[in-house]
C-alpha cells in the first residue's frame, strides 16, 4: 500500500467513527461533529468552506477558486448515517471501522461517507498534483439525507445563485456487480404512507364478540390485499396513469445488464423465487416500473402460546415506489382514496400521508452524461452499462428543478454492500476506483462545451 492510500484510508476511517444517525436525536451531537470534521477537511485542502445552520444539521458548502469560463460541476454527498439495529448482527462495531477480506465494514462505509469520501480524496489528490481544478467545483454535503432532506429544498431556493451550475455529480447509488462501472440516469420517487385501522373503544375477549364485531386485524389484512391483484398488479385506480412507458431502447439495452438476471437475484436476497408484475424483467420492475410495498404491519397477540383476543386497532406502513412521471401527491391522493374505499364493513380507518419525493430521469447521452461515460470507462477499464436505479435521492429530481441541472449518478455500492443493514461494507477496490474516477471525471467534465 503506498503511503498517499494509506492516508486516503486513515482519513475515511476518521470520518466513518462518527456515529452520525440523523434519525436518533440523542446522536444529535456526533451528526454535528462529523459535519464540523468535513469542513476541517475541506479547508486543509485549500477549499473555502461554509457551514450553512439549518433547522436541522447543517449543510456544507465547499468550492476551489473559480474561475470564469470553466464549467461549474457540483458534487452532492450526506455524511448522515442510518441507525445500526440489530446491533447483535454486526461482526465488528459500526463504528470502529475494520479492513477484513478486501472491503471496510462500518455504518456508512458505502451508504454514503465512503461513496463521498471518494470524491473529496480525489479532489485533494488532484489539487496536491496539479495546485488547481480543471473545473469550478462545488462540494454540497448534507446531513439529513437519511431522514428525507427536510431542510435542503429550503437551502437551495435560497442559495440557487451560489449553487449555479452546469452538472452534478453524485455517487449514492449502485454498480450492478463487481467490476461493471454503472451509470444511472433514473432513480424512482416515493410516497410513504400509514394507515390505522380501529375497531371497538378495547380489546376484547374473541369468545365473547368475535363474530359479532369486525376484527380490525382482519380489516387491515384486507386492506393491504386490496393493493395488488393475484398477479401482482398494482390495484388502486389511476395509479399508472402517468407511469412513463419503457422505450424499446431501454429494454434492449437492460437485456444486457449483468447483475440482474433471476440466479442472481435469488443469489443476493435468498428468495425462493423472484415475483412480479407480469410482462416485466426483474430488470425492469425494479428500475421503470413503480411499486406498493408493506413495509410494517401491527395487530393483537405477538407472545408465545395463544391469547384469545380480538383487537381493538391494528396499523400497516406502505411505501410506493414512484416512475417518471408519477407525482407523489397525486399517488398519496389516490392511496388514500383507495384505502377509504376498500375499508370494510364495521371499522374505521385513518390515513397519514409520510414523506415523499418525485422521480429523476434525464438523457444520459447528453453532452455531460457522455463525459460521464467516458470517465468511467477511462477509471475502471471497461465500458460502463447504463441503467435507472431503484433507489431513491429524493433531492435529485429538486436540484434538477430549482438549480436547472441534471445528475450523473456513478454508483459504487454493490450488491453485498448491504447499506442500511448490519454488516454495512465497502470494496477497497471501489473506494480506490472511486478515487481514480473522481478526478477522470473533472478532467472529462471540463472538456464539454
Ligand atoms: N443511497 C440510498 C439510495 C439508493 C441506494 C439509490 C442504492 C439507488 C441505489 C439512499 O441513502 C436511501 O436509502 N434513500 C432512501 C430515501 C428515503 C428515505 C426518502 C430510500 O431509497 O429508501
Ligand atoms: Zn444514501
Request: aromatic share 8%; proline share 6%; glycine share 12%.
Amino acid at each position: 500500500m503506498t503511503e498517499q492510500f494509506q492516508k486516503q484510508l486513515d482519513d475515511y476511517f476518521e470520518f466513518l467513527r462518527f456515529p452520525s444517525i440523523s434519525t436518533a436525536s440523542e446522536h444529535a451531537g456526533d451528526v454535528r461533529a462529523c459535519g464540523d470534521w468535513l469542513v476541517g477537511k475541506l479547508g486543509g485542502m485549500g477549499m473555502s468552506v461554509e457551514l450553512h445552520e439549518t433547522p436541522g444539521y447543517p449543510v456544507v458548502v465547499a468550492r476551489n477558486a473559480h474561475r470564469e469560463g470553466l464549467n461549474t460541476v457540483l458534487i452532492y454527498g450526506h455524511y448522515d448515517v442510518q441507525p445500526v439495529d440489530p446491533l447483535e448482527l454486526w461482526d465488528s462495531g459500526p463504528f470502529e471501522p475494520e479492513l477484513r477480506d478486501g472491503r471496510v465494514w462500518a455504518r456508512g462505509a458505502t451508504d454514503n461517507k465512503g461513496q463521498m469520501m471518494t470524491h473529496v480524496l480525489g479532489v485533494e489528490q488532484m489539487l496536491s498534483e496539479r495546485g488547481e481544478l480543471p473545473v469550478n467545483l462545488i462540494f454540497l454535503f448534507e446531513g439529513e439525507e437519511e431522514i428525507g432532506s427536510p431542510n435542503l429544498v429550503p437551502f437551495l431556493e435560497s442559495h440557487k445563485e451560489e449553487l449555479a451550475c452546469d452538472i452534478i455529480a453524485v455517487s449514492d447509488t449502485g454498480m450492478v456487480a463487481r467490476g461493471v462501472p454503472t451509470m444511472g440516469y433514473g432513480l424512482r420517487g416515493i410516497a410513504c404512507c400509514e394507515v390505522t385501522v380501529r375497531g371497538p373503544k378495547g380489546d376484547l375477549h374473541s369468545g365473547l364478540y368475535g363474530g359479532a364485531v369486525a376484527n380490525p386485524a382482519t380489516a387491515v389484512a384486507r386492506l393491504v390485499a386490496s393493493l395488488h391483484d393475484a398477479d401482482g398488479n398494482i390495484a388502486i385506480d389511476g395509479f399508472y396513469d402517468d407511469v412513463k412507458p419503457l422505450e424499446d431502447w431501454e429494454r434492449e439495452m437492460w437485456a444486457q445488464v449483468p447483475g440482474v438476471t433471476r440466479e442472481d437475484i435469488l443469489d443476493t436476497t435468498g428468495s425462493p423465487d423472484v415475483f412480479g408484475e407480469p410482462g416485466y424483467s426483474s430488470a425492469e420492475r425494479l428500475w421503470a416500473r413503480p411499486t406498493a410495498e408493506v413495509n410494517g404491519i401491527g395487530a393483537g397477540y405477538q407472545g408465545e402460546g395463544s391469547k384469545t383476543v380480538l383487537p381493538a386497532e391494528a396499523m400497516a406502513k406502505f411505501s410506493f415506489r414512484l416512475v417518471p412521471n408519477q407525482d407523489p401527491k397525486d399517488i398519496a391522493e389516490k392511496v388514500e382514496a383507495h384505502l377509504i374505499k376498500h375499508a370494510p364493513a364495521g371499522v374505521s380507518v385513518e390515513v397519514h400521508a409520510g414523506h415523499d419525493g418525485k422521480p429523476y430521469y434525464a438523457d444520459p447521452n447528453s453532452a455531460f452524461g457522455k463525459a460521464g461515460q467516458v470517465a468511467l470507462e477511462k477509471a475502471f477499464g471497461k465500458k460502463p452499462v447504463l441503467i435507472r436505479e431503484g433507489g431513491s435521492i429524493p433531492i435529485i429530481k429538486d436540484m434538477q428543478d430549482i438549480l436547472g441541472a441534471d445528475s450523473l449518478l456513478l454508483g459504487l455500492a454493490l450488491p453485498d454492500c448491504q447499506i442500511h443493514a448490519p454488516n454495512e461494507n465497502f470494496y477497497v477496490e471501489n473506494f480506490e476506483g472511486g478515487i481514480r474516477m473522481s478526478q477522470v471525471l473533472l478532467d472529462e467534465l471540463s472538456k464539454v462545451e
